[in-house]
């Protein structure tokens, strides 16, 4: 466009212009300014090519922004800003204008241009801010104007003047005539002014002459000061012409100053046209004067009276003070030799002149303060300039007593010398830097008094070397100064800051000075200007102040701050700056951050520059306190700048971070260690800084991009945990302010100033109207969500040691917690402040999750929930997951009720959007920390509290969120951690599958329809991704085998599916008649389609033993659509792979064969992962069995080697010395007594018993006494004769022993070779020692001193030996442990010998552990593993399954070994199902022999125990044994539900209670009787009930110390009634118990001793309890409704007394029992239970809300009923190929294409899984159609298959015989 249009283009570009300024566009921002700039910028390159277009387009915009009218301060300020860039613009474009502009452009400008310009010029008014700052611009563009159109400009002026000759008014409008002071002279245009003006004096009035004699000297001043060369040049060649001119004009003006009044006004100008005229100057310097000259010299003579005060006026003395200085200033322009005269002249003048302005004792003064203020300005420059080093008056300026008006004037002339310095004789600034000191001090004392006067404290300096008590001293001032003077004091200061900003080196200066001085002088000028920072109320004093700051960090300032210690110095002040800065930046007491942001970025650059130029010696100092508090300051404030909401802020801060790195390499480069040792976090800094460019980006996705950053933030400093700890506290205050907010408003406005303050504390640009604010400023609430975002990503370095995440650790029982060295507990004491504040802000976000604020809260609730998902950091997950488990617990009561409430719902629906957010998003180092804490609990929590939710669409929506939760928590499952998976797992199957076809078929809307779909869809692939390799664990069923109640729980998914692809289809044929309109629900139930075909795949493929035989069947099912669906799955395990070796009759031994290969499985560093897990969390109790399954399963693995190293250096890790080893009851202790004892018994027997044999009974030893304890000694015995006994016997047992090294068995050297190589890592120097004392102490002394109990003899030896042997034992435990006897004092005469054997002991240790025979040599005599051993292993797992789980997530080292072996494990177990119950073993109680009644003998005598009917009757646990009472009874339960009056046979139960009972019933015992459902059909009949009474011994009666009864029911007290006789003696027994709840039966079991069957204990969970019905009778009663997942129980609300107690009934049905269900009305309901003749009736309230759940349970009883699938005959491994192969094949000659395609694709699955010989390929198909006629191709396959694998064709046969009978088609 600007090609082709140009016009139009620069048009454009001009309305842009003006469109966007701020009288426009409203009060300017960052952004807004930014973008002025930039199109002022374009503008004037427009303006170089396009000139008059722009200008007069500008001109344009000027005018109509003139004539706006205005209202208001604010539109004022936008008005004066806009003119101010208006005239800016204006200025620099025709600074700019190209030469060649037209005459006919030139006069359109000035004719548009000038008027406007003028308008500012003219209309100044006094004490206007606005208008000075215009006026000055205006005078700008003017002077730039008549650069180029001189003649335009200058025409209106002459005009003006020509007007004013004739013009008779004497007050007439002089302002034209003004211009002359602002145009572009040079010395032609001088001329031409002068001429003009000689020519009209005469005829103008009063008035404007006036006004001409005053432009016409400022215009001198004009052409002197742009071009003083000219100047300089008419004191080299004169000028005649001009000098004419000037000296008429002289002449004029002579004449014209007739009064005193007139004199004083002309004299400044006469001076300046004397000095135009050089030879009159030195003509009327000689003595005799020509006539035409008298005049001027006169004039001179007049000026040095005034001047001298002999004038008698002050007007005229006051103007010859005047034209003096101008003399000077002029003179100044002249160089020494053109023209010496001149100066003789100033000379002769200006000792007056110093006299008259610089007299502290009377100031020089006229009434216009800022003209004498200039003024004496002029006059020290010029002074300064002629003489230099003649600086009284400079003192006399510096003094302290001096007015400040002359300190001021001081400054700004030193100011002026050092910026204005046009001429090169000019002396330089160095001539004054001797008043350095005097400078400083002048500022300090400015500074002081300028902040008193503001109301500010002076900080406190923070190090000694900067105080000045002697300076501050010598300040008087005690009283605070008056406004007026604060004010004085701050313009002075201003001017000072500016000053050093100028020229540094002028304060830094320090001659003669020591450096501890000079270092002080500059800390103290550093640390006032630091001061003047963040000063809001001077904000131009403060702007000032960091440019000066800036100027002092260059290089070669730095190098001022004190010389002779230039690093030291740096880094002392410069931290000591950064921390003051970055200390107010952190605790908002600076507005405009941005902008100190930004300075502070160029200071470190400027630092850097520093440290780069003398890196060699930076090292040493770094390290001081105050650089590492700086150091730590700097990064606070960066890391809070990143949350402000102004992204210019962000940006800077980030790229800030490159300087620190930069610094940090810096510093590296000299020392040579790594830049993590300086900022441990370099790399991400780095990444902060490459981000810093993205300048483009929004708000939002900058935030994103810091969060990601701060989380892989890793190592805390003390940098950002302050950071974190600060912000925290912000957040805090934010918050409640936020929360408060309508209320702060309502009650004063005060409120609302602090949340002002507190929110938009941070910038300017915020404060609308008043100082309140809305919620509706967006920044404020925006900067709280940033703050937010940053606490989350940040929280991590909080954590302290990153270890310390707060879940808890399981620690394993190794002995005392104190021996522990580093072990787990160490992680959970870190219990320190930083641990609380990320506590309690996880805590405060939790409690926000559901903020109810009625004007934020859903923000606030959407931005919690995004942030939290989203951006928190990984470490804190494991805190998340147990803080939302503990809120989650507590919507349950303490019966494990449901709290529904608003409330609650919305934090569950919060906590499901926000976990299933955390595991979709893989953030970096989530896997590490997912693991630590277990989210089971709460998913289990989440599901049951969704449950109760009910059926609109909100609950269904969050059911389905739920969902997909799940789903997404499979696809995580490796990162998280479970500790009973299987369970939990099949928890959630149960759960899910609850819900679907929840409501699909009684929704009416559409909209509901298409929800629960969406619910039966999430929830189905849910339920996939739950049964992926999932063995089904059903609860323990009533009298059922474990393979029984696997295929029931088999057959009840199997069947819902079923069902809901039956569903899919109906749905799908009605779909079709309503005219198909619903595509979508099409392709929805397909997909639902395939979900759940993938379910009931994943089901069959991990259960394949306990469902095959059930599911084969569908394969004839009468429904074609099942059986093409049932092949589609069986076609899918075939896919998957499914082993179905788990048919075969030893799965059982091979599943036991793989549990013992994990636990005996190694990792790759030679650790054992599970069997140590389980080393650390058996309890103690349980040790010796874990030894003896441990050694067994190892050794027989030929492992027993690794077994021992682990457990052996485990042992000696945790011993503290040499001494303590092996010495306590540990596991390893155990373990290695274990393999001594089985290892070892033979060769003990053949080392030991001829020898003890010889010593009982050889003749000499018969009348021996070993006895050397004198005061154990009979009379008859002589002492020594029995220590030579003694000696002897063990010298001879002794030798035996170390000569037998050949006979040692290999194990037992391999246990001493491990043993030995263990401890020599630790303990080095006498690790053999630790071997033999420890094969001494545990393995042959016990055999010496108990020969008997270890089996070496057949009887115990006599008293006297067993002494003996006792005594030499403890010496040969004195040789293996290489010391001597000290505290026995009988034992001290053996040490000779002791110490004579040690070597030899030492030789045989070493001979049997030093080399360790090769596993295959060793004979291994425990290769078989009974089963006990592995019925005990199981038992172990089993019972440790989720503690095994803890340890391993917990523990550091095994991180490494992954959860692959105990995922393994824990699907193994759920295999294997629970281990038998284990009777209490104590023999004590057994071995008491009994006389046994006549009918223990009658069945006895009849082998009724080997018969198969009582051997059935065991298996139903009828009766067990299991566990202890608090009182330590033995208890046994009784479940009456699973006996069966007429199934079974009344004294087979007897016989078996017997035998269970009688190794126990000689001592107390306890009894739990549970008659959960104990109905009719579960009765003793009257003659089978009295056996009960007289069939047991008598004690056992009296020895049943407690009788529990568990869940009394109605029947029961009908039945207690009817025999009330028989049970006469239980009446009101204080044995019998009623308990109605676990809870109460743990008063007298421990809850984890407690064994009540798991059918019972399920009906307690999961339960809507419905209370104060009515239940409607004869008598009616008062009861609760409960309904659970599969049964309804009616408790009574009143006792009941039975059997003499009061007792609460608790009746239970089924749902399966229950027939019907009828709401009479809203208040009534009959229920009509199977085998009961009437129904039941009960009142309540909410009757709609249980007849629906009680509907629901019998529904979903009903969908989970097979329709009577006929079962397989049992089907082996090698079966499998046949049947399958003949379902395949039959159904391909169906007729139903379907089906045809299903059984071909099942065809082609097996072919390829079973490697069928089928010649000719086949390939798998979707869509494809099978042709009908294809039995030709059926029988090809079959004769193919039949010559090929002739072993399928009899299974083949034998199923195809089954398949036709059943099969329809």
């Not at 722009?54 to 915009?61: A, C, P, Q």
């Not at 107010?584 to 780069?612: A, G, H």
């Not at 522990?820 to 926000?848: A, C, P, Q, W, Y």
């Not at 089904?1032 to 109640?1045: F, I, T």
Request: charged share 20%; aromatic share 8%.
């Amino acid at each position: 466009m600007a090609a082709h249009k140009p016009v139009e283009w620069v048009q454009a570009v001009v309305s842009r212009f003006d469109e966007q300024l701020p009288i426009k566009a409203g009060q300017q921002t960052t952004h807004t300014k930014v973008s002025t700039e930039h199109n002022k910028e374009c503008l004037i390159n427009i303006s170089k090519y396009k000139f008059s277009l722009v200008i007069s387009g500008l001109t344009n915009i000027l005018k109509n922004v003139n004539n706006m009218r205005i209202f208001g301060e604010a539109a004022e300020k936008n008005l004066y800003l806009s003119q101010l860039i208006i005239l800016d613009t204006l200025e620099k474009c025709l600074a700019g204008q190209p030469k060649d502009t037209m005459r006919l452009d030139e006069t359109m400008l000035v004719k548009q241009l000038l008027p406007e310009i003028c308008h500012f010029i003219h209309t100044y008014r006094e004490g206007n801010q606005h208008a000075a700052e215009l006026r000055s611009s205006a005078s700008g563009v003017l002077f730039s104007l008549s650069c180029n159109n001189f003649n335009a400009v200058f025409s209106r002026i002459s005009t003006r003047l020509q007007e004013l000759t004739v013009c008779s008014e004497d007050n007439a409008d002089v302002h034209d005539i003004e211009l002359l002071q602002y145009i572009s002279v040079d010395c032609a245009k001088l001329k031409r002014i002068l001429q003009e003006t000689v020519f009209k004096f005469k005829a103008l009035k009063k008035v404007a002459q006036l006004a001409v004699i005053n432009s016409v000297e400022k215009a001198f001043w004009n052409w002197v000061e742009n071009y003083p060369d000219e100047f300089t040049k008419l004191y080299q060649t004169p000028q005649t012409d001009l000098a004419d001119f000037a000296e008429k004009l002289f002449d004029l003006v002579d004449g014209f100053a007739e009064s005193t009044k007139r004199k004083a006004a002309v004299w400044p100008l006469q001076i300046i046209l004397l000095v135009l005229c050089p030879e009159i100057i030195q003509d009327i310097a000689k003595d005799v004067v020509e006539e035409n000259k008298i005049n001027k010299k006169l004039f001179l003579d007049n000026l040095r009276k005034a001047l001298a005060g002999h004038s008698g006026s002050r007007q005229l003395t006051e103007s010859a003070a005047i034209a003096c200085v101008k003399l000077c200033k002029a003179s100044t322009y002249i160089s020494w030799e053109d023209n010496s005269v001149i100066f003789l002249l100033v000379q002769s003048m200006v000792v007056d002149l110093k006299n008259l302005l610089f007299n502290p004792s009377k100031p020089f003064s006229r009434g216009n303060q800022n003209a004498d203020i200039d003024l004496m300005i002029d006059c020290l420059v010029s002074c300064f300039r002629i003489n230099p080093h003649n600086n009284q008056h400079f003192k006399t300026c510096l003094a302290q007593n001096s007015p400040s008006n002359f300190h001021y004037v001081l400054v700004n002339s030193l100011h002026r010398i050092i910026t204005n310095s046009a001429l090169d004789w000019w002396p330089k600034i160095d001539a004054v830097y001797c008043h350095s000191v005097e400078l400083r001090s002048m500022f300090s004392e400015t500074l002081h008094k300028a902040l008193q006067g503001s109301g500010v404290h002076t900080p406190i300096r923070m190090t000694p070397s900067l105080t000045f008590k002697e300076k501050m001293t010598s300040l008087k001032f005690k009283e605070k100064p008056t406004d007026v003077e604060t004010r004085s004091y701050k313009v002075l200061l201003l001017s000072m800051v500016k000053l050093i900003h100028a020229d540094p080196k002028l304060l830094l200066c320090n001659p003669r000075k020591q450096g501890p001085e000079t270092q002080g002088s500059t800390a103290e000028l550093i640390t006032g200007l630091v001061q003047l920072v963040p000063q809001s109320s001077m904000p131009e004093i403060a702007q000032e102040a960091m440019e000066a700051l800036l100027v002092l960090h260059q290089l070669d300032s730095i190098d001022l701050w004190n010389p002779d210690a230039p690093i030291e110095t740096f880094w002392e002040i410069s931290s000591q700056m950064l921390f003051c800065i970055c200390k107010r930046l952190t605790s908002n007491q600076i507005l405009s951050s941005t902008e100190i942001l930004k300075w502070l970025r160029e200071i470190l650059i400027c630092r850097n520059k520093f440290l780069l130029k003398n890196k060699e010696s930076t090292a040493g100092c770094s390290g001081t306190p105050i650089c590492r508090q700086a150091q730590t300051k700097l990064e606070v404030a960066l890391y809070m700048s990143l949350w402000s909401p102004d992204t210019e802020a962000v940006l800077v801060a980030m790229s800030c971070f490159r300087h620190l790195c930069e610094e940090a390499d810096i510093r590296c480069g000299v020392d040579e260690v790594s830049v993590q040792n300086f900022l441990p976090n370099y790399n991400t800094f780095m990444e902060f800084a490459s981000v810093s460019n993205m300048m483009s980006t929004g708000r939002a996705a900058l935030q994103k991009r810091v969060m990601a950053l701060l989380r892989r933030i890793e190592h805390p400093t003390a940098g950002n945990t302050e950071a974190w700890e600060d912000t925290h506290l912000k957040w805090e205050a934010a918050t409640k302010l936020i929360l408060n907010y309508p209320k702060a408003k309502m009650e004063d406005g005060q409120g609302t100033e602090s949340l002002h303050k507190t929110i938009v504390k941070r910038r300017m640009s915020h404060v609308s109207g008043g100082g309140s604010i809305d919620l509706s400023d967006t920044d404020s609430l925006q900067e709280w969500i940033n703050m937010t975002g940053f606490l989350c990503a940040l929280g991590a370095v909080c954590l302290q040691h990153r270890s310390s995440v707060g879940f808890v650790t399981y620690s394993p029982p190794m002995g005392p917690v104190s021996e522990r060295k580093g072990s787990m507990i160490s992680m959970l004491s870190t219990d320190s402040n930083t641990e609380t504040s990320v506590s309690k802000f996880m805590d405060r976000l939790l409690s926000l999750m559901v903020c109810t604020h009625e004007k934020v809260g859903l923000q606030i609730r959407t931005n919690i929930k995004d942030l939290m998902g989203l951006e928190l950091s990984p470490a804190l997950y494991p805190m998340l997951f147990n803080k939302l488990k503990n809120v989650i617990s507590k919507f349950f009561d303490s019966q494990g009720q449901v709290l529904l409430n608003d409330t609650n719902t919305q934090f569950v629906e919060q906590t499901i959007a926000i976990m299933k957010n955390l595991l979709d998003n893989h953030t970096e180092g989530s896997s590490e920390h997912l693991g630590q804490a277990s989210i089971e609990t709460m998913m289990l929590n989440l599901v049951r509290y969704v449950r109760v939710l009910g059926n609109l669409v909100h609950a269904i929506q969050i059911k389905t969120k739920l969902c997909q939760l799940v789903k997404v928590m499979m696809e995580r499952r490796d990162d998280l951690s479970f500790c009973q998976e299987m369970k939990f797992r099949n928890k959630m199957v149960e759960y899910l599958t609850d819900w679907v076809m929840g409501t699909s078929n009684q929704a009416t809307d559409e909209d509901v329809k298409c929800l629960t779909r969406d619910l039966d869809q999430a929830s189905m692939e849910a339920v996939v991704s739950l049964l992926a390799g999932l063995p089904l664990q059903p609860e323990e069923g009533d009298g059922v085998e474990l393979m029984e109640a696997k295929s029931q729980l088999f057959l009840k998914y199997f069947t819902l599916f079923m069902n809901l692809l039956n569903d899919c289809s109906e749905v799908e044929d009605d779909g079709t008649q309503t005219g198909g309109r619903k595509r979508g629900m099409s392709r929805r139930l397909a997909s639902l389609r395939h979900c759940t075909v993938l379910a009931m795949s994943n089901l069959l493929n991990a259960n394949v033993d306990s469902g095959l035989m059930h599911s084969i069947g569908l394969g004839y099912h009468k429904d074609l659509q099942t059986r093409s669906t049932f092949m589609e799955v069986l076609t899918k395990i075939l896919q998957q792979g499914t082993e179905f070796d788990t048919l075969a009759e030893t799965v059982l031994a091979d599943r036991f064969e793989r549990l013992v290969e994990l636990v005996t499985m190694m990792g790759d560093q030679g650790e054992l992962p599970i069997a140590m897990a389980l080393a650390n969390v058996v309890p103690c109790s349980q040790w010796d069995e874990l030894a003896r399954v441990l050694v067994t399963l190892f050794d027989s693995r030929h492992l027993l080697y690794q077994l021992l190293w682990n457990m052996f250096s485990k042992e000696v890790e945790l011993a503290d010395s040499m001494q303590t080893l092996f010495r306590g009851n540990s596991l390893a202790s155990k373990i290695m007594t274990f393999c001594f004892k089985v290892y070892g018994a033979t060769y003990l027997q053949k080392l030991l018993e001829p020898l003890l044999r010889t010593v009982i009974t050889s003749p000499e030893w018969q009348h021996v006494s070993f006895e050397v304890d004198p005061t154990r000694l009979e009379s008859s015995e002589s002492l020594e004769d029995n220590q030579r006994s003694l000696l002897q016997m063990t010298e001879k047992f002794f030798h035996a022993i170390i000569t037998s090294s050949a006979e040692f068995p290999p194990q037992l050297r391999s246990v001493c070779h491990c043993l030995y190589q263990v401890v020599s890592q630790r303990f080095p120097q006498n690790s053999i020692g630790a071997v033999g004392s420890a094969m001494f102490l545990r393995f042959i002394n016990p055999a010496i001193v108990s020969p008997y109990e270890a089996g070496i003899l057949d009887k115990k030896p006599p008293p006297r030996i067993e002494r003996g042997l006792k005594l030499m034992s403890k010496v040969l435990q004195s040789i293996a442990n290489h010391v001597l006897f000290t505290k026995e004092e009988h034992m001290r005469p053996f040490n000779d010998f002791v110490k004579s054997n040690f070597d030899a002991a030492r030789r045989f240790f070493l001979n049997i552990a030093s080399d360790c025979p090769a596993s295959d040599t060793v004979n291994h005599s425990l290769s078989f593993i009974s089963d006990g051993n592995i019925l005990a292993l199981h038992r172990l797992l089993w019972n440790n399954q989720e503690k095994i789980g803890q340890y391993l997530s917990s523990n550091r080292d095994h991180k490494a070994v992954g959860r692959r072996p105990f995922d393994k494990m824990a699907t193994l177990l759920a295999y294997l199902g629970p281990p038998e119950h284990k009777p209490v073993a104590d023999t004590q109680w057994s071995s008491i022999n009994l006389t046994s009644s006549k009918f223990e003998e009658f069945m006895t005598r009849h082998q009724v125990h080997e018969k198969e009917e009582f051997k059935a009757l065991k298996t139903l646990n009828i009766f067990y044994q299991a566990g202890t009472s608090k009182a330590g009874n033995p208890v046994f339960y009784y479940i009456a539900r699973r006996f069966q009056t007429g199934q079974i046979n009344g004294d087979l139960l007897i016989y078996h209670v017997l035998l269970t009972l009688k190794p126990y019933y000689a001592k107390p015992y306890e009894i739990v009787v549970d008659l959960t459902h104990a109905g009719p059909s579960n009765r003793f009949k009257t003659d089978f009930l009295s056996k009960w009474f007289v069939v047991f011994p008598g004690f056992a009666y009296e020895n049943v110390s407690a009788v529990f009864i568990y869940n009394c029911n109605s029947w029961v007290r009908e039945y207690t009634k009817y025999h009330e006789r028989l049970l006469t003696g239980l009446k009101g027994s204080k044995r019998l118990i009623f308990i109605d709840s676990p809870g109460k039966l743990a008063e007298h079991i421990e809850h984890e001793q407690q064994k009540l069957p798991a059918a019972t204990l399920a009906l307690e969970e999961d339960l809507k309890v419905f209370h104060n019905a009515l239940k409607l009778a004869h008598k009616d009663t008062k009861v609760s409704i409960k309904v659970g997942s599969t049964a309804v129980q009616i408790t009574s609300a009143e006792r009941t007394r039975v059997l003499g107690q009061t007792v609460f009934l608790n009746d239970i049905y089924y749902a399966s029992e229950i027939e019907e269900i009828c709401l009479v009305d809203e208040n009534q309901f009959t229920l009509t239970i199977a085998h009961q003749g009437t129904p039941l009736t009960f009142m309540h309230q909410e009757c709609e809300a249980i007849v629906q759940s009680i509907i629901h349970i019998r529904t979903r009883w009903e969908l989970s009923q097979p329709d009577s699938i006929p079962q397989h005959t049992k089907i082996r491994p090698k079966d499998v190929p046949g049947t399958l192969l003949n379902i395949a094949l039959l159904n391909l000659g169906s007729s139903d294409p379907s089906l045809r395609s299903a059984a071909y694709n099942l065809l082609c699955a097996l072919t390829c899984t079973f490697n069928l010989k089928i010649e000719g390929q086949l390939l798998e198909t979707s869509g494809l159609c099978i042709p009908a006629n294809n039995t030709l191709f059926i029988v090809s396959i079959s004769k193919t298959l039949a010559a090929n694998e002739p072993h399928l064709t009899l299974e083949f046969l034998e199923e195809c015989i089954s398949g036709f009978s059943k099969s329809s088609k």
